[in-house]
């Protein structure tokens, strides 16, 4: 996959399930312009498709490349995306016949465009390196070549003429490469436990904040801790996690607040395994605040996809509090969500004008002050 250099010329191809809502399907498509925007592409047209069950061969079938084929044609474009999670095979496939009307014509799908927003928002060495993982483990196969993929699926291989020894250079040549990231990756989650075992051993608490991507949690961390990590109306502009102190009078101690990296939906487990070190703080973290965008027409589904993601990564559900956050641009009624999500201690907040956060503060101190005695 080539570096991005200048702004990239795209199309999305907006796979529609016909069994899901209509608005559903819209605001997913929504959501896929938005991840294109976060990477500056210019989207140059866009294609629709209403399909049943992806083909096996091509997931879009051999008619809709030919239209593909001919808008990028047409409007020179650099790169199409697939609104989906595809298989190698599948993109390689559709990647030849493209090429035919531009050779150099790249073929994504939802998760290799959010791996590039990664790796165009990473800037510490451990971000960086999880990229790597979640990239060498999503994509190995077409970054190290067709012929380990055609031996897995056990078909083609003849027809192409890669021979099985030479598959087996590549698989290995992979492995090996992702077993270096992995080691160095395995020393920095081992610093990171040291130091949270450290932590835990003075007497630390912890609280961090976590929640689907762009929902105002670094908002609420700078708001909570007076630091100044990046704010940014994108998806993914926080990809390492960062560590504040909130100072709580009643029990005269300071508290450790962590932010980290947003969620999504549909990411494949790979990719969140490869977070995992980034994770460890929410993962161990004595409360969570669960910072949720109030105005979002889809608040119900990401609360789920953001509850799926902490239970996959090993996370009860126990100490989370819901944080409604922009409330400021907020039609929907307080009280349908207090009701139904009561057993959140949900709490209603606008780290933009300020309103709420010294609930959240409260929050927080009646839990520690609950919990203290109990452990001693
Ligand atoms: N209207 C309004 N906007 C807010 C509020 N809080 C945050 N925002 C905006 O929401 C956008 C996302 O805020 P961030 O704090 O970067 O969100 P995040 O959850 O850390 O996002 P990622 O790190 O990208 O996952 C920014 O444009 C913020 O200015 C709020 O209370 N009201
Ligand atoms: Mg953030």
């Known amino acids: 996959m080539q570096e991005i250099k200048n702004t990239l010329r795209i199309i999305p191809v907006h796979i529609v399930d016909p069994h899901i809502l209509k608005e559903e399907s819209v605001l997913v498509?929504?959501?896929?312009?938005?991840?294109?925007?976060?990477?500056?592409?210019?989207?140059v047209d866009r294609v629709m498709q209403k399909l049943d069950r992806p083909h096996r061969a091509t997931f879009i079938g051999s008619g809709k490349i030919e239209e593909i084929s001919t808008l990028v044609k047409k409007t020179n474009a650099d790169v199409v995306v697939l609104g989906v999670m595809a298989k190698a095979n599948q993109i390689h496939a559709i990647k030849l016949e493209i090429q035919k009307e531009n050779p150099k014509i790249e073929v994504w799908d939802r998760i290799d465009l959010i791996l590039q927003i990664f790796e165009k928002h990473a800037s510490t060495t451990e971000a960086k390196l999880q990229i790597e993982l979640a990239r060498m483990k999503y994509m190995g196969p077409r970054i190290y070549g067709m012929g380990f993929v055609m031996s897995q699926q056990g078909g083609g291989i003849g027809t192409l003429g890669i021979g099985e020894t030479n598959t087996e250079l590549m698989k290995r040549h992979w492995r090996n490469e992702m077993k270096k990231v992995t080691d160095q990756l395995a020393k920095i989650t081992k610093t990171r436990e040291q130091q949270l075992d450290r932590r835990k051993k003075t007497g630390y608490k912890t609280v961090s904040i976590v929640g689907y991507t762009n929902a105002g949690k670094s908002s609420l961390f700078n708001a909570l801790t007076g630091k100044k990590t990046l704010v940014e109306n994108e998806l993914f502009a926080t990809l390492d996690s960062s560590i504040g102190t909130l100072y709580i009078s009643e029990i005269k101690k300071e508290i450790l607040v962590t932010?980290?990296?947003?969620?999504?939906?549909?990411?494949?487990?790979?990719?969140?395994?490869?977070?995992?070190?980034?994770?460890?703080?929410?993962i161990h973290a004595d409360i969570l605040l669960h910072v949720i965008?109030?105005?979002?027409?889809?608040?119900?589904?990401?609360?789920?996809?953001?509850?799926?993601?902490?239970?996959?990564?090993?996370?009860?559900?126990?100490?989370?509090?819901?944080?409604?956050?922009?409330?400021?641009?907020?039609?929907?009624?307080?009280?349908?969500?207090?009701?139904?999500?009561?057993?959140?201690?949900?709490?209603?907040?606008?780290?933009?004008?300020?309103?709420?956060?010294?609930?959240?503060?409260?929050?927080?101190?009646?839990?520690?002050?609950?919990?203290?005695?109990?452990?001693?």
């Open 293 to 376: 965008d109030m105005s979002d027409p889809e608040i119900d589904t990401k609360i789920q996809v953001v509850n799926d993601i902490l239970t996959d990564i090993g996370r009860d559900l126990k100490d989370v509090i819901y944080v409604f956050n922009k409330i400021d641009v907020t039609s929907g009624k307080k009280e349908d969500f207090v009701e139904r999500y009561s057993s959140f201690s949900p709490l209603f907040i606008s780290v933009k004008n300020g309103e709420g956060i010294e609930t959240v503060k409260e929050a927080i101190t009646e839990r520690l002050v609950a919990k203290v005695p109990e452990e001693k």
């Open 29 to 43: 498509g929504e959501e896929l312009e938005l991840l294109i925007a976060t990477l500056g592409g210019e989207i």
């Open 259 to 282: 932010d980290t990296i947003g969620f999504i939906r549909n990411l494949p487990p790979q990719l969140i395994e490869a977070f995992k070190s980034t994770l460890m703080e929410s």
